[in-house]
């Protein structure tokens, strides 16, 4: 049997984004389309804040944490630890067209339909028959059309329509007739191999604990964790094998507890745990047998917490529980009911807090907690932002990008540094907020890589590679015309920047590019009582106009404020008028008027002494590079130190 479009149309997309997330709990599911079609998601949620994106050539790029090896670049020492990552895209895999990712394990199908899988094996869920961890890709299987990694497990979609299940079975997840329990070995048990459970599948989804299948005649299938009646009405709390639902469905999501069901008709059904709003019936309650919530339904993603979805004129809906602004209609008042977030959108998925949604022309938009997974500075988004373009839309379709919106009349300049890249621009009397795009294409914005408030500001980019070239867009906001919808978005133009506004800048050799990571950056001004620390402005000491000044050629700063703002503490001896300092791995002494100090009780001498003036330390810049671990940047033009700080 062939599954209807699976060999061509499934997931076909000019870039995929695959998402790991610190939430377990949340795995991606596989949608069949209202028409039978089946196509593979373009985003997935995993711990970790670790990101994939296959771009149009088919090359794999991921970026992010690579604890147990889950970004797939065979870096022992990253995938060791917890807290290390990559900041920028590393190419992991070349023909690549999907990408699915569970809790801490990636899987990717190539052109080529053969299956590839990466990252943590302790229940065998990579399928290559062993339990070892792998930092690098391994070849699972041929002839695959879908996958979808959840928790612990994997399922597969062979191209004849076979569905085949392995790793963790905690639950009877992979619907094998039974359950392996915490004593008992996976290798025993053979869940560390593919299994072929079912014939004639078109679409599977799973929470990671209870899995839904849809096959080829339309009948509904599912098995594993019943606690809260997702899967039937009956007693039963872990069902092992397959049982059928119901008929005529054309789509499924199976979240925490909760699935989600669009009939062939298009309506969409709820069954399931609802305690946080998220089945849509308006209420809070659970129902053990399936609820009608919507008409006119093309696709739906749920994570048991929130669900998102699309109407067939487009439109997305979303409701469930929204801190964090989860729901992304602008605020983090629960919805147990249906509420408008955007419209023109062509595809949407929910893991975690975070969601993602591709709308017509192309753009990839993003919503609620940000592990740093949007590429933004933010933490949080109660309403879709925009984080990359020139997408292409489920099932193989071409995007019909917007015009360039008009560029606007803002003075703005970048700067190249030994440590990032300078991003400076004045204010406008309409603007609500700001938005600075990155990438390394020319015609791609690429991803965020600062988002602010109205207040004019400066940026440093410090989290780019040596001898690379980059382009940058910056994005004034605007309140949109209509209320609820995004802000509209107005590029500005940049000094020396081409027509499009965009600017082009090569960097030199950046001081620390090869240290691991994550860098943030403190940006001060001499004479100037305010600072940027990651891009918000502050000022250096409240109420007391202290600022950065030169005194016979050498530059001092006031050193608490740096030291605070890298998480560090400040400590004063009246007595001894000894200043102690404690940054990350680094203990200093230093004493007023004198030349002596010591780092991790290691004595050494400053050419500058530290100075008290108007009752602030002031310290020579160079003392901050030389003795903390961060690394400096002196801007002449603009009379500007950056300071380059480093989480190790």
Not at 54 to 82: K, M, V
Not at 351 to 373: H, K, M, P, V
Not at 531 to 545: F, L, T, Y
């Amino acid at each position: 049997m062939k599954i209807r479009g699976i060999t061509k149309k499934i997931i076909c997309f000019a870039l995929t984004l695959a998402i790991m997330l610190p939430l377990a709990l949340f795995m991606p599911s596989y949608e069949a389309q209202a028409d039978g079609r089946v196509d593979r998601e373009m985003m997935t949620v995993a711990p970790e804040s670790a990101s994939f994106a296959i771009r149009a050539d088919g090359a794999l790029y991921g970026w992010g944490s690579n604890w147990r090896g889950r970004l797939g670049i065979g870096d022992q020492a990253t995938a060791e630890r917890t807290g290390r990552s990559h900041p920028n895209p590393v190419r992991v895999l070349d023909n690549v067209a999907s990408v699915s990712v569970g809790s801490s394990h990636t899987m990717a199908i190539r052109s080529d339909g053969s299956l590839w899988g990466w990252g943590d094996n302790t229940s065998g869920q990579i399928g290559d028959r062993t339990v070892a961890q792998r930092i690098s890709p391994v070849h699972v299987m041929d002839n695959v059309a879908a996958v979808q990694a959840a928790i612990s497990s994997t399922f597969a979609i062979t191209t004849d329509g076979g569905l085949y299940a392995w790793g963790g079975n905690y639950h009877g997840e992979l619907g094998t007739g039974r359950r392996t329990r915490l004593t008992t070995s996976v290798v025993s048990d053979g869940n560390h191999m593919p299994r072929r459970i079912m014939d004639n599948v078109i679409a599977v989804s799973s929470s990671g604990q209870h899995t839904l299948a849809i096959r080829s005649d339309g009948s509904l299938w599912g098995w594993g964790n019943n606690w809260h009646r997702q899967l039937t009405d009956s007693s039963e709390m872990n069902i092992l094998s397959p049982i059928r639902l119901m008929d005529n469905v054309a789509a499924v999501s199976a979240g925490r507890y909760v699935s989600m069901i669009i009939r062939t008709d298009g309506s969409l059904w709820a069954v399931g745990r609802g305690d946080s709003g998220a089945l849509g019936d308006g209420t809070t309650g659970s129902h053990q047998t399936p609820i009608r919530v919507m008409e006119n339904v093309s696709a739906v993603s749920t994570n048991g917490s929130q669900t998102f979805a699309i109407r067939t004129d487009g439109s997305l809906w979303g409701w469930g529980g929204n801190a964090g602004g989860a729901v992304g209609d602008g605020t983090t008042t629960r919805r147990p009911e249906p509420v408008r977030v955007m419209d023109n959108v062509a595809a949407v998925i929910t893991e975690g807090y975070a969601s993602f949604a591709i709308r017509t022309d192309g753009t990839l938009w993003a919503w609620g907690s940000n592990a740093r997974e949007f590429g933004a500075t933010n933490w949080g988004h109660r309403s879709p932002i925009q984080i990359m373009d020139n997408i292409m839309l489920p099932g193989g379709r071409a995007a019909t990008p917007s015009p360039r919106p008009p560029v606007a009349d803002v003075e703005a300049g970048v700067t190249g540094t030994e440590v990032g890249v300078l991003i400076r621009w004045t204010g406008h009397p309409d603007a609500i907020g700001w938005r600075i795009f990155r990438s390394e294409t020319r015609g791609e914005r690429g991803t965020v890589i600062y988002e602010g408030g109205p207040t004019p500001t400066e940026f440093v980019d410090v989290n780019v590679s040596s001898n690379t070239r980059y382009f940058y867009t910056i994005v004034k906001l605007t309140a949109p015309s209509v209320a609820g919808q995004p802000p509209t978005e107005t590029v500005i133009a940049i000094t020396g920047a081409g027509a499009d506004g965009v600017i082009e800048i090569e960097t030199g050799r950046i001081l620390g590019a090869d240290r691991e990571g994550e860098r943030g950056f403190i940006l001060m001004t001499i004479d100037d009582p305010m600072m940027s620390v990651n891009g918000a402005i502050s000022e250096i000491d409240p109420g007391r106009g202290t600022v950065p000044i030169v005194i016979d050629g050498r530059t001092l700063m006031p050193i608490r404020a740096a030291i605070e703002a890298m998480g560090g503490s400040m400590g004063w001896s009246e007595a001894e008028r000894r200043i102690s300092l404690e940054s990350g791995a680094y203990s200093v002494n230093m004493w007023v008027n004198q030349r002596n100090f010591t780092v991790n009780g290691v004595q050494n001498e400053l050419d500058v002494p530290p100075q008290i003036i108007n009752e602030r330390t002031m310290m020579p810049i160079r003392f901050v590079a030389e003795n903390i671990g961060c690394e400096i940047a002196w801007v002449a033009s603009t009379r500007q130190i950056i300071i380059v700080y480093f989480v190790e």
